[in-house]
């Protein structure tokens, strides 16, 4: 097999406006806006609000666990049948009107917002999976970490341009603003709907499609392969391994990703005005971390970039915890008067370095593990990866808060970040990379 080659500048932005657009959903439904609108105003069990955080950690740890059951057929049988856009655009649809009809989600409308949450949330993941396992399809090894890091940082730009309408117009997370605020769902999907537009002109088809042996049915087929997959992973050890590591960090970060903003407005008390340049701080400094740290995963290598991640995320989630204290700690000691929602916001800097960086490193990995052929079915494991740990992690969270309190359960974050950082010590980036080249050249079977 050829080398791979680079792919027009055209289609790598094709590819990176997915995240540019799926981006308003992240950001919006899961971790700014509606996720603090379900907590606090939707089910309102206030002074704790412990039953509105476990309800939302219940609805998205079920969307991952229904990625979990789909993602890795879904991935096989788009390698065999050359359907990775339209499976994309299946999951984009979806996406778009269940994220819409969020506008119905009133105040005591709980399980309205459950199902909607489960069925968005559910469409949005499968097709970040989707669309990751266009990937190494787009260019050489050596030119991985760009593109990926350049994906991410596009997204966090297109997180940013769709926040501006939510800021200027839609106003605060309150009961009474709620007949404005309750448009943020429309307008993520609106969001979404136009963005992706050139993804769906500019990327093309990878692979070609091949003709299902006589008796057997796509559902039969991708079971088979995903059964084949797993029995001879053994022969990719480092992806394996790498999946493990992968399933402790996209653990924490989910519970970051879907609690930050929560714990905000919970633990810390933060102002609007507060929350909005958090909002910002953390968009900018994970947009520069993706991008920063892509060119540096070309420089020292992905693997030893992703355990550099590692570290500055549990010193993120130390200073999280530790942020009420801190306050406290300069104003006894010093004299100093930092309020803790303005500490929260230096710490948020930190976090969205870690943010950015570290999922475009394990994207970059798998890339580099996966043979091309494989492609999609193996981005389908990294997706069941990152699903089964959103589920754990959120499930996690949710039933320790319940017991403990959301400040100290968010200790737990270090604790899943230092488990991935052990696990990563036992990859070989140089074995995993050759061993995919060999796949591609011929000289290993699966």
Known sequence: MSPRARAPRRE??????????????????????????????????????????????????????LVVVCSPVAGAIMDYTASKKRFLFAS??????????????APGYVLLGVLLLILSNFAYSIGEAFIASFLPALGPPEDLGKISGFGWALGYVGGMVSAVF?????????????????????????????????????????????????????LHMGLARVAHTLAHLRAHPDLAVLF?????????????????????????????SVRTLMFVLVQVTAAAG?????????????????????????????????????????????????????????VGCVAGLSLGSCQSATRTLVGLFSPLSRSGELFGFWG???????????????????????????????LLFGCALVIAFWVDEGRGRALAAAHDAGESVW
């Open 92 to 105: 984009y649809v979806l996406t778009v009107i269940t994220t819409a009809m969020l506008y119905f989600v």
């Open 166 to 218: 939510v800021l200027l117009m839609l106003g605060e997370v309150s009961a009474e603003n709620f007949e404005r605020i309750r448009w943020v769902g429309p307008w993520a999907a609106a969001f979404f709907l136009v963005a992706a537009i050139p993804t769906f002109l500019w990327l093309r088809e990878p692979g070609r499609a091949r003709a299902l042996p006589p008796g057997q049915g796509y």
């Open 290 to 346: 993706a991008l920063g740290f892509g060119f540096l995963q070309d420089r020292l290598g992905a693997l030893k970039t992703y355990r550099i991640t590692l570290i500055m995320w549990m010193l993120a989630i130390v200073l999280i915890h530790a942020t009420p204290q801190i306050s406290r700690l300069a104003f006894d000691r010093f004299g100093l008067d930092w309020p803790a929602q303005f500490v929260f916001l230096i």
């Open 12 to 65: 790598i932005l094709g590819w990176a406006m997915f995240d540019f657009a799926n981006q308003a959903y992240t950001l919006l439904i899961i971790t700014v806006v509606f996720g603090d609108l379900f907590t606090r105003i939707i089910v309102g069990d206030a002074p704790d609000y412990r039953l509105g955080n476990l309800l939302w950690s219940l609805a998205l740890a079920t969307s991952y666990l």
């Open 244 to 272: 493990l590591s992968v399933f402790f960090a996209m653990s924490g970060i989910y519970i970051v990703i879907t609690y930050a903003f929560i714990y905000g407005a919970q633990v810390i008390g933060w102002e609007e």
């Open 384 to 414: 069941l990866s990152l699903k089964l740990a959103g589920m754990f992690g959120l499930l996690a969270i949710g039933l320790l808060q319940v017991f403990v309190g959301l400040q100290t359960a968010i200790l737990f974050c270090a």
